[in-house]
């Protein structure tokens, strides 16, 4: 069972549904500090109200080192424009809080409800106690750099109250006092869940892009994020891209192809142009953001056809949705 390290470049990406419908949310950690906190930015494309304009939300956040600790507020969902640092908050839980769950303990904690009413921000709290729902140690399946995997959580859950009405929230945490992730949420109006956690490997190690390659095994890349039905390549895709590009740089001798996957949702013949379009993509960011020479580089995509596992789940769905890598 793998240790999630909180680290730049650490990656999650998480299914939400709310009744303005569903949409995925990338948070990525851009920086630790050598004495707790981090920094992440979330990003999102989150559909209109009644069929509206999509808007685009990129939001840079800072978590201190105090609030990673001890925090008894969550808020787990940020506007356009907001600050960067929300005091006494954190996306999820504290260390404090998971370590009283551990223990059995009902833990105090308000659940900020953030919602934009007629283009304002809203704000509504709610304020109770959650408790852990079993005491022997729980685990949920989730994909891990590319590999399904079990982390051992804590679910929980409780009543809250706030403006004349209670509401439940339940969640899963994961069991790390370091990294308490939240990897499901539920409550009021919306459901959450993580479905893919992407983090860089030691650069050398056999499970390392360039390990695979070096052994001449093909490296299936989940750390490259497209826009939604489309072949552009999401900000949060660049540590890999510049992973991709200093494996190159070290082995001159190296060309790669370059295959684009899709789910299986939609028509074969659209996913397989999307499929095309976005290996294409990724080609061109490595040429004109990274230098490396177009003729080291071959693109193909296989739409649906060659999926890892199955379309009927959102997990599955997510570990389908890759690019190939392999060296000819």
Do not use: C
């Not at 539920?186 to 993580?194: A, L, N, Q, W």
């Not at 992407?198 to 070096?214: D, H, M, Q, T, W």
């Not at 976005?278 to 004109?288: F, I, T």
């Amino acid at each position: 069972m793998p240790r999630i390290p909180i680290v730049a470049g650490l990656t999650s990406v998480r299914s939400v549904v709310e009744p303005v419908g569903d949409y995925e949310s990338i948070s990525a950690v851009t920086d630790v500090g050598t004495r707790g906190g981090y920094r992440f930015v979330v990003s999102a494309e989150v559909p209109g109200v009644r069929g509206g304009a999509t808007t685009q939300l990129r939001t840079p956040r800072r978590v201190t080192a105090d609030d990673q600790k001890n925090a008894r507020v969550m808020r787990n969902r940020y506007n356009v424009g907001d600050p960067e640092v929300f005091e006494g908050t954190v996306p999820g839980i504290s260390a404090a809080v998971l370590g009283e769950l551990r223990a059995g303990k009902a833990a105090e904690l308000t659940f900020l409800d953030v919602r934009q009413v007629l283009g304002m921000a809203s704000e509504l709290p709610y304020t109770g106690t959650v408790t852990r729902v079993a005491e022997a140690p729980a685990k949920l399946r989730v994909l891990v750099n590319g590999s399904r995997v079990e982390l051992a959580v804590v679910h929980a859950q409780g009543t809250l109250t706030g403006g004349g009405r209670s509401v439940t929230l339940e969640f899963d945490v994961l069991d790390n006092p370091d990294w308490p992730l939240l990897l499901t949420s539920t409550g009021p109006g919306f459901s959450t869940r993580v479905t893919r956690i992407e983090y860089p490997e030691p650069k050398g190690s056999p499970a390392s892009i360039e390990g695979k390659l070096a052994a001449r095994q093909p490296a299936d890349v989940y750390g490259i994020y497209f826009a939604f039905a489309s072949a552009t390549i999401r900000p949060e895709s660049e540590p890999v891209l510049q992973e991709i590009a200093d494996a190159l740089k070290a082995h001159p001798d190296w060309s790669l192809l370059v295959a684009g996957h899709t789910d299986g949702i939609g028509h074969a013949d659209a996913n397989l142009d999307l499929s095309k379009r976005r290996s294409a993509a990724v080609k061109a960011a490595l040429v004109e953001r990274h230098g490396i020479a177009a003729s080291r580089l071959v693109t193909d995509g296989f739409g649906m056809a060659r999926p890892k596992d199955t379309n009927a789940t959102p997990e599955g769905r997510a570990r389908n949705r890759r690019v190939e890598l392999s060296r000819p």
